[in-house]
């Protein structure tokens, strides 16, 4: 159950800052670099990637 609460804040989280949601999923590295550059080019696409990396698996 732990998990499910982690994957939801994690969602949310993705939802109002992308970039943090991606840096706790993933750490420093070429994915927090793509979800910035998308976040600062339009701020939906950021969005999409950073829920779109939380949810696979």
């Known amino acids: 159950m732990p998990d499910a609460y982690n994957k939801l ?3 949310i ?3 109002l800052l992308p ?3 991606v840096f ?3 750490g420093i590295g070429k994915h927090l670099l793509i979800n910035i550059v998308l ?3 339009f701020y ?3 969005i999409l990637h950073a829920l779109w990396l939380i949810t696979k698996e």
Request: glycine residues 6%; charged residues 5%.
């Open 19 to 21: 970039p943090i949601a």
């Open 9 to 11: 804040i994690h969602i």
């Open 44 to 46: 939906v696409p950021g």
């Open 39 to 41: 976040c600062l080019i």
């Open 24 to 26: 706790l999923k993933s």
């Open 13 to 15: 989280l993705a939802l």
